[in-house]
């Protein structure tokens, strides 16, 4: 797997929207796959999503589209938390630590739809 980071000579921290971590499973799929991989959640924001992934070997790179499946916290959508389909850009790929800890994809969040919004044949 190809690992990449972005660089920049600015505080990382400054102008991101405010994260709330969670801890919930998700799944994710590359936009050309059929099946699902699953993940886990570990915050978010009204932008972005960072999540741990469990396949050691998905293929993700930088700009890659992928499609993620997960709830929506209650301080995020503000209606309760509701399960929504999301479309979403690979932006940095963090790496485990070897033992314990897996990589972590980050992705801009392209747009969000509620599940039950969506026709169950394209899911």
Do not use: C
Request: proline residues 7%; hydrophobic residues 35%; charged residues 30%.
């Amino acid at each position: 797997m190809r690992k990449w980071h972005v660089r920049s000579t600015q505080d990382p921290l400054e102008g991101r929207l405010p994260r709330i971590p969670t801890n919930t499973s998700l799944h994710y799929r590359l936009a050309n796959e059929v099946g699902w991989r699953t993940g886990m959640l570990e915050n978010i924001s009204a932008s972005g999503v960072m999540f741990r992934i469990s396949d050691l070997d998905a293929e993700v790179e930088r700009g890659t589209l992928l499609e993620l499946e997960f709830v929506l916290p209650r301080e995020i959508g503000g209606q309760g938390d509701r399960r929504v389909l999301s479309r979403a850009f690979a932006q940095r790929l963090l790496p485990g630590d070897g033992t314990t800890q897996r990589p972590a994809i980050a992705a801009r969040i392209n747009n969000l739809l509620p599940l039950d919004w969506v026709d169950p044949r394209e899911r």
